[in-house]
């Protein structure tokens, strides 16, 4: 398949306004599911768009050591293909967002010379970060890249990379992402990416999908120590256990996608360096350190989690047995004048069927302070009980 770059004139035009809503994490996670729950014995190579697919917008970015240009095409690729092939001196790279036109992707498939099993995998959006070798040593690139969500959840969009002889093209689900920096990092003149070639923007962008992952395990982690200091809150928040679970489940799943990162890297460093220069590969060594920082936070986290949740049970536990000492000792407490209360309230008779006086039933009842007297002993049992509770240290962090 020859390269989509063969000519030398640049055109650009301003795209149409683009159409479509942004996907929430709740659409993301009906995603995921559509793409685990896909028909099986389909034929391989199907290509097939989600209803709630947004509407492709498509971004040029072409650029040299000396010069730079940003354009949207959106609802206009044959001029961004015209563009491209103007300008084979230039680098550039090929911005797709959103995949919810299943013709637009097929003319991407057969001009850029992609297999429609990687086409495939594109549009599914749920594959673990993987390298391809295919034709002309070309790279297919697969990436998650990670946020931390107000709802306290991490969602996960994918990001598909295919690499040419000057042109980077990427494909991704969402008009938002976390890339930007690498726009104005392209937009600085002095950058290193505008004097490199292109293998570098391959790099630079799994590199900063990965030191995104910092961002997002910190704001796990702030999370974590909030969840801590509310376990020993007078007053806890509402289900407290759940949210740690919830947290517990995104490390683990965040986890998940850190392990395929690192091994993607290591497969890149293995490659020949027709395919992947040296001189490249001394920036892949870098990612992959960083791939194992973020391995290692990721377990940490799983263990200060795990933690988390032993600490919340044990203090569960310990406040439930306080609970029942406290009850316990009102208990023990009303046992004794329980049993005094009902001695008395057995209601024996003094005199007898005959009139005669019996002495042993009950004489107290018949005595002018008798009240006062019983009163007072069972102020003194209870007093009495006090103090050797006391003494025990039962009352120390009980009543």
Not at 70 to 98: I, K, Q, S
């Amino acid at each position: 398949m020859p390269s989509p770059i063969q000519a030398d004139t640049f055109r650009a035009a301003d795209g149409p306004a683009p159409t479509g809503q942004p996907r929430t994490a709740g659409t993301e996670r009906a995603a995921q599911r559509q793409a685990r729950q896909q028909a099986v014995g389909q034929r391989p190579g199907t290509l097939t768009i989600r209803p709630d697919a947004l509407t492709p917008r498509l971004f040029l970015v072409s650029y040299d050591e000396n010069c730079h240009s940003e354009t949207e095409y959106t609802g206009r690729y044959p001029e961004l293909l015209a563009a491209l092939r103007a300008n084979a001196h230039l680098r550039h790279w090929v911005d797709v967002r959103g995949y919810g036109d299943l013709s637009l992707m097929e003319q991407l498939m057969q001009d850029f010379g992609i297999h429609a099993l990687q086409m495939e995998d594109v549009l599914g959006d749920y594959q673990r970060a993987k390298v391809e070798v295919f034709d002309d040593n070309r790279l297919f690139l697969v990436s998650r890249m990670t946020d931390f969500t107000a709802d306290l959840e991490i969602d996960d969009d994918q990001l598909s990379l295919f690499t040419g002889p000057n042109y980077v093209l990427s494909f991704q689900d969402d008009y938002d992402d976390c890339l930007d920096a690498l726009r104005n990092r392209i937009r600085t003149n002095f950058s290193r990416l505008r004097r490199l070639p292109s293998a570098y923007l391959a790099y630079a962008l799994t590199d900063v999908v990965l030191d995104h992952y910092y961002p997002t395990m910190a704001a796990i982690g702030d999370h974590i120590e909030d969840l801590e200091e509310s376990i020993f809150n007078a007053q806890r928040p509402p289900r407290l256990l759940s949210h740690i679970l919830r947290i517990k489940k995104d490390v683990v799943r965040f986890r998940r996608l850190v392990y395929p990162e690192r091994d993607k890297i290591a497969e890149i460093l293995r490659l020949p360096d027709e395919i992947v220069p040296e001189d490249i590969k001394v920036y892949y060594r870098d990612c992959y350190d960083h791939a194992i920082q973020a391995l290692d936070l990721a377990e940490s986290y799983r263990d200060n989690i795990s933690s988390l949740t032993d600490l919340f049970l044990s203090d569960q536990s310990n406040r439930m047995n306080e609970v029942m000492k406290v009850l316990t000792i009102i208990s023990s407490i009303f046992i004794p004048l329980s049993f005094v209360v009902g001695l008395y309230g057995m209601n024996f008779q003094r005199e007898g069927p005959h009139g005669e006086v019996m002495p042993l039933n009950m004489p107290e009842l018949y005595q002018p302070h008798g009240y006062l007297v019983l009163v007072s002993a069972l102020v003194l049992i209870v007093a009495g009980q006090l103090v050797y509770f006391y003494r025990k240290g039962w009352l120390s962090n009980g009543v």
